[in-house]
């Protein structure tokens, strides 16, 4: 933030990415952002803005700032692997042969 | 972080730009969806800037009407379904900004646009909450043609928005069925409660069918929004969809639908011309309730300077602390 905000108004509060773990077990996904003045806002917020139905067992929030993202541009290079053999639709399995 | 990176450092040479737009077009019609950091035409962002932002603007305002009825719910059970139901409007709202924003537009800007009145939202929350019954026709009829219109966004090309609306559509189907209870309890009741039940259809009627925005026919949006796949349906589609679900409603509940020239054709129902006039009047700012709800809004807006102030110094004490301790 920066360090003498206009009063009352919010163009400098931080953006933040938040995250939901629907029910033990499952990762935490992402659902969305909000802002907020700090963390602690930034949780009751995504309380209510993204769990008003019971969907969250564990709530992360993260200073949007500090996500590091793959650059769009570079997709093709930075994913584009052509190595089917990865894959296991890649090798033919004999008829017969079962448990492969 | 989607509003970070969106400033192309260098301008793009003709070539450059009819290989991405070419590219763009492809990936659309393809079905592929469109985020916030690929690269899209500026007449696609724009499109959707306005698109989302007035769609955020209207579940803002649309928590007036309902909201002039919070301390007035016929019961506790009704009061906590009103409660909840004008807290999911404030929370799609909040979604569809965060959405716009991605587009590279910032929260405050939108704030400013709708609270100087630049900025439209949908023409239906101009009209006034008279009675009990109107909160059931709202949620019956105006939530129930806004999810007709909701649904197919799911599928929206871009992809912040189509996420936004399959949160909001899942949330928003108790909306209608609280909605046609209200309706169905009124219609069922005292010949004064009836009565009320009708005359909250004959208002809400009209207004809920200009929701889906002018005739095909002079739509200047229709041909691009289809095309870049953000609209699904055109808005007689659309209307003539929703006609026919709600008709046999009406007729369960024992009302009449306020239309002379409603009448079967064996697949349809075919309806009237509702009144554009007045839809073009409402939308440009005088509608029964236009200065009302933009004052309450500014007024909340004002109100709340307080809250945000304290919010910021509290956040700062809290910081400078940290940094001592």
Known sequence: ?????????????????????????????????????????????????????????????????????????????????????????????????VGI | MYTQGLDQAEPLGDEDLSRLSERFEAKVAAEDKVEPTDWMPDAYRTLLVRQIAQHAHSEIVGMLPEGNWLSRAPSLRRKGILLAKVQDEAGHGLYLYCAAETLGISRDEMVEQLLAGTAKYSSIFNYPTLTWADCGAIGWLVDGAAIMNQVPLCRCSYGPYARAMVRICREESFH??????????????????????????????????????????????????????????????????????????????????????????????????????????????????????????????????????????????????????
């Open chain 1, 1 to 97: 933030m920066n360090a003498s905000p206009e009063p009352g108004q919010r163009s400098t509060w931080p953006l933040w990415e938040v995250f939901v773990r629907s029910r033990s077990g499952l990762a935490h996904q992402h659902v969305g952002s909000l802002h907020a003045v700090d963390a602690e806002m930034a949780i009751a917020n995504a309380r209510d803005v993204y769990t008003r139905r019971g969907e969250g067992a564990s709530l992360w929030v993260v200073p949007a700032t500090s996500i590091v993202a793959s650059d769009p541009d570079d997709k093709e290079s930075f994913f584009g692997l052509d190595e089917e053999f990865r894959h296991p639709s890649h090798y033919v399995v004999p008829d017969g042969v």
């Open chain 2, 176 to 325: 209608q069925r609280q909605g046609f209870e209200i309706m169905t309890v009124l219609s069922q009741g005292t010949p004064e409660q009836k009565a009320m039940a009708q005359d909250a259809l004959d208002r809400w009627w009209w207004p809920s069918l200009m929701m889906f925005g002018p005739p095909d026919a002079q739509s200047t949006h229709n041909d691009r929004s289809m095309r870049w796949k953000v609209k699904r349906f055109t808005n007689d589609e659309l209307r003539q969809k929703f006609v026919d679900m709600t008709v046999p409603q009406a007729h369960f509940l024992g009302l009449t639908v306020p239309d002379p020239d409603l009448s079967y054709n064996g697949e349809h129902w075919v309806f009237g011309e509702p009144d554009w006039s007045e839809f073009k009047r409402v939308l440009s700012g005088d509608g029964p309730c236009n200065r009302e709800r933009l004052a309450a809004r500014n007024k909340a807006h004002d109100d709340g300077a307080w809250v945000r102030e304290a919010a910021v110094a509290h956040a700062e004490k809290k910081r400078s602390r940290e940094r001592v301790a």
